[in-house]
């Protein structure tokens, strides 16, 4: 009797582990999942960005890097463009507390 309540328990974790090993493994993979998603989403986010930025440039081709960093160092530079892009941050900040709040009471 003592050793069917044993083969019962020793059986009963078998399964368990063979659960948590599939457990684990389903986890990594939504993991690496997660982390493509993300990276495709910045690497469009980086496309379409510069490709936003290029259309500003007349000469793209012409211009290195370094041309492309100095211009926007100095148009970031400027007090009205700090004041804009600030602007634009905490306008987004807010909305998406606003969203944020709205999806809890739904």
């Known amino acids: ?3 069917e309540k044993l083969e019962k328990i020793a059986k009963e974790e078998y399964v368990l582990e063979k659960k948590l ?7 990594k ?4 999942e997660l982390k493509l998603l993300t990276r495709n989403e910045r690497t469009h986010r980086l496309c379409t960005r510069a490709g936003m930025l290029e259309t500003f440039l007349r000469e793209p081709t012409l211009l290195t890097d370094d041309d492309v960093m100095e ?3 100095f148009i970031f530079s400027e007090k009205s463009v ?3 892009l600030n602007a634009m941050i905490k306008m987004r900040q807010e909305e998406w ?5 709205e999806k809890h009471l739904t």
Do not use: F
């Open 1 to 3: 009797m003592p050793n």
């Open 21 to 27: 090993t599939a457990a684990r493994c389903k986890e």
């Open 29 to 32: 993979r939504l993991k690496n």
């Open 71 to 73: 211009l926007l160092a």
């Open 82 to 84: 700090q004041n804009k």
């Open 97 to 101: 507390v606003t969203a944020s709040a």
